[in-house]
């Protein structure tokens, strides 16, 4: 059974610092991940990706330069340091696993596992 769990989330400043932690199983890694986040009334949006080989990265424009994706495949986990932290930045937090061997997406379908989310509060 494929479960990915997101930990992490919580209240701060704006300023502020999270680390959020994706831990996946019954799934290798061997697969593209992403976070994604959704506010309240607004759609879901894509935040980060990392590429299953290679370790590359691509950011959305309103997170780039302040949040980092990383992978431990030892650990089967996922993260994602989010600093600088602004009050836009309050929503639900999704950890997302793409295809075996996939490609890593921008777009939901890109990703056919998701986990049930973690709420980031940024007060300002």
């Known amino acids: 059974q494929v479960q990915l769990v997101e930990s992490g989330g919580g209240l701060v400043q704006a300023g502020g610092s999270l680390r959020l932690s994706c831990a996946a199983s019954?799934?290798?890694?061997?697969?593209?991940m992403g976070w994604f986040r959704q506010a309240p009334g607004k759609e879901r949006e894509f935040v980060a990706t990392?590429?299953?080989?290679?370790?590359?990265?691509y950011y959305a424009d309103s997170v780039k330069g302040r949040f980092t994706i990383s992978k431990d495949n030892a650990k089967n986990t996922v993260n994602l340091q989010m600093n600088s932290l602004k009050p836009e930045d309050t929503a639900v937090y999704y950890c997302a696993a793409g295809r075996l061997y996939g490609t890593s997406g921008t777009g939901r379908n890109s990703y056919e596992y998701w986990g049930q989310g973690t709420q980031v509060t940024v007060s300002s």
């Open positions: 990392i590429f299953w080989s290679g370790g590359g990265t």
């Open positions: 019954g799934i290798s890694l061997s697969r593209p």
